[in-house]
């Protein structure tokens, strides 16, 4: 056994770290996902919006999220995490402040737009970043503490949202969830640190042991010369159509769970945002222990594919029951929402175990990509469906149907590696589509 597997790999770095990378993915999410307040709340009317609009504003954001995911996540693999995410942190900061001082339409286009723009380059940079620092036996919990800002920050902001419209009206709301960022970027630029051999908080025992160990991942793994040849794998155009179908499902939940809970319950929006509030408050243990188990026995693919399974078959459920019966019905909405999030953590942690280093930047790039594409359509048709239908029904079958989808791609993808063993060593892994 060699040296740097006889020790633990620098334990500083979860308490270093994974701090960073989970606040500032959650101050993103934050600024992404009080649309849908905005939108039941009082937006639309103010600015005469009609429904077919607002469906196509909430998702102009994932639009722009789309264009600049790739040279994001090449950028942070090639040249710097830090730099990319402090101009993006203060960039987004000031657009979604400025989304509660306009009085038009188009420029609230603009905003969104360029306000998913801003946020694209955060998810594949952290990934990127993620895998400098943690080897395979650790990703997708490293992973998931980073996502967890996803349901953690959706699950306060709910709260705190449906509080601060009541106290200072949708415009309010904007002004005062925009700011946290501008302020974290200062914090961010201060203390993030790129790469281990840029850590003065570690030893050099330590920075060589974790390189040491990154370094040996590598080997199992067939090489791939370049990015048009990553893009082109079916490894990766697998994983990228599942994300694709997986956001339908999860971004239209997201962006427009307030206004079903809303329109099927009939409560106020104080109310609406605490039942929001709940698929979060079920995804953070979910999410923890799939990513104890996946890291421990090293199985991605079961989790995926069990969550996924159950968010499908929970979400299906429940538009069965329907507002006559609203609360069986929200409670299957609940799982629906905690299961879809669970598997994020294991999913993105079996793509650097997937993809050569000289390429896994762009590669997640790609993928994440395509999740925007995802979510561009889960928001847009889901919001369009609900407005010009006048109730949620078409828009769950549709977000239903998509889900299942991604289940059946989902089992019939291996991406979860073979172990190399002595004979193996040198040769590539067995990564492809089945």
Same mark, same amino acid.
């Given at each position: 056994?060699?040296? +740097?597997?006889?020790?633990?790999?620098?334990?500083?770095?979860?308490?270093?770290?994974?701090?960073?990378?989970?606040?500032?993915?959650?101050?993103?999410?934050?600024?992404?996902?009080?649309?849908?307040?905005?939108?039941?709340?009082?937006?639309?009317?103010?600015?005469?919006?009609?429904? *077919?609009?607002?469906?196509?504003?909430?998702?102009?954001?994932?639009?722009?999220?789309?264009?600049?995911?790739?040279?994001?996540?090449?950028? @942070?693999? /090639?040249?710097?995490?830090?730099?990319?995410?402090?101009?993006?942190?203060?960039? =987004?900061?000031?657009?979604?402040?400025?989304?509660?001082?306009?009085?038009?339409?188009?420029? !609230? $286009?603009?905003?969104?737009?360029?306000?998913?723009?801003?946020? $694209?380059?955060?998810m594949p940079a952290m990934?990127?970043?993620?895998? +400098?620092?943690?080897?395979?036996?650790?990703?997708?919990?490293?992973? %998931?503490?980073?996502?967890?800002?996803?349901?953690?920050?959706?699950?306060?902001?709910?709260?705190?949202?449906?509080?601060?419209?009541?106290?200072?009206?949708?415009?309010?709301?904007?002004?005062?969830?925009?700011?946290?960022?501008? #302020? =974290?970027?200062?914090?961010?630029?201060?203390?993030?640190?790129?790469?281990?051999?840029?850590?003065?908080?570690?030893? +050099?025992?330590? /920075?060589?042991?974790?390189?040491?160990?990154?370094?040996?991942?590598?080997?199992?793994?067939?090489?791939?010369?370049?990015?048009?040849?990553?893009?082109?794998?079916? /490894?990766?155009?697998?994983?990228?159509?599942? +994300?694709?179908?997986?956001? #339908?499902?999860?971004?239209?939940?997201?962006?427009?769970?307030?206004?079903?809970?809303?329109?099927?319950?009939?409560?106020?929006?104080?109310? %609406?945002?605490?039942?929001? @509030?709940?698929?979060?408050?079920?995804?953070?243990?979910?999410?923890?222990?799939?990513? =104890?188990?996946?890291?421990?026995?090293?199985?991605?693919?079961?989790?995926?594919?069990?969550?996924?399974?159950?968010?499908?078959?929970?979400?299906?459920?429940?538009? %069965?029951?329907?507002?006559?019966?609203?609360?069986? $019905?929200?409670?299957?909405?609940? #799982?629906?929402?905690?299961?879809?999030?669970?598997?994020? *953590?294991?999913?993105?942690?079996?793509?650097?175990?997937?993809?050569?280093?000289?390429?896994?930047?762009?590669?997640?790039?790609?993928?994440?990509?395509?999740g925007a594409l995802g979510?561009?359509a889960g928001s847009w048709?889901?919001?369009?469906?609900?407005?010009?239908?006048?109730?949620?029904?078409?828009?769950?079958?549709?977000?239903?149907?998509? !889900?299942?989808?991604?289940?059946?791609? %989902?089992?019939?993808?291996?991406?979860?590696?073979?172990?190399?063993?002595?004979?193996?060593?040198?040769?590539?892994? $067995?990564?492809?589509?089945?």
């Amino acid at each position: 056994m060699s040296q +740097h597997m006889q020790r633990p790999l620098a334990p500083v770095r979860w308490k270093k770290l994974i701090p960073i990378a989970f606040i500032t993915y959650s101050l993103a999410y934050l600024d992404r996902a009080n649309y849908g307040f905005g939108a039941a709340s009082g937006l639309a009317r103010d600015l005469d919006i009609t429904p *077919g609009m607002s469906s196509l504003l909430g998702a102009l954001f994932f639009l722009g999220y789309f264009f600049c995911q790739v040279p994001g996540g090449i950028y @942070a693999e /090639k040249r710097s995490a830090k730099t990319l995410i402090f101009y993006s942190l203060v960039l =987004w900061g000031i657009l979604a402040t400025a989304t509660g001082l306009i009085n038009s339409v188009l420029l !609230l $286009s603009i905003i969104r737009f360029l306000l998913g723009v801003a946020e $694209s380059v955060v998810m594949p940079a952290m990934l990127v970043f993620l895998s +400098h620092w943690f080897t395979k036996q650790e990703r997708s919990k490293a992973n %998931t503490f980073l996502f967890l800002g996803n349901p953690i920050t959706v699950l306060w902001m709910s709260i705190l949202s449906g509080y601060l419209v009541q106290s200072f009206g949708w415009r309010g709301m904007f002004i005062l969830e925009g700011l946290p960022a501008i #302020i =974290w970027a200062v914090v961010w630029w201060f203390i993030f640190v790129d790469r281990p051999k840029e850590a003065t908080w570690l030893t +050099h025992q330590e /920075k060589q042991d974790l390189e040491s160990a990154l370094a040996a991942e590598q080997t199992a793994m067939a090489p791939i010369k370049n990015y048009s040849e990553a893009f082109r794998s079916k /490894k990766v155009l697998s994983l990228s159509f599942i +994300h694709f179908l997986w956001n #339908i499902g999860m971004y239209g939940f997201i962006m427009w769970l307030p206004s079903i809970l809303k329109t099927a319950s009939g409560l106020g929006i104080v109310a %609406t945002g605490w039942l929001s @509030a709940a698929p979060y408050v079920l995804a953070v243990p979910l999410m923890l222990s799939a990513s =104890w188990f996946s890291d421990r026995f090293q199985n991605r693919k079961l989790i995926v594919l069990l969550f996924l399974g159950i968010g499908a078959a929970s979400f299906i459920g429940s538009f %069965t029951l329907g507002s006559s019966h609203f609360w069986l $019905s929200y409670v299957l909405l609940v #799982i629906a929402g905690g299961a879809m999030y669970t598997p994020y *953590g294991p999913f993105f942690a079996a793509v650097p175990e997937l993809i050569p280093r000289n390429v896994v930047g762009g590669a997640m790039a790609f993928i994440v990509s395509f999740g925007a594409l995802g979510s561009f359509a889960g928001s847009w048709v889901v919001g369009y469906l609900n407005g010009t239908t006048g109730g949620p029904a078409a828009s769950y079958v549709f977000m239903g149907v998509s !889900l299942v989808i991604a289940v059946l791609l %989902t089992a019939f993808t291996r991406f979860t590696a073979q172990r190399p063993t002595a004979a193996s060593q040198g040769t590539a892994a $067995s990564l492809s589509v089945e």
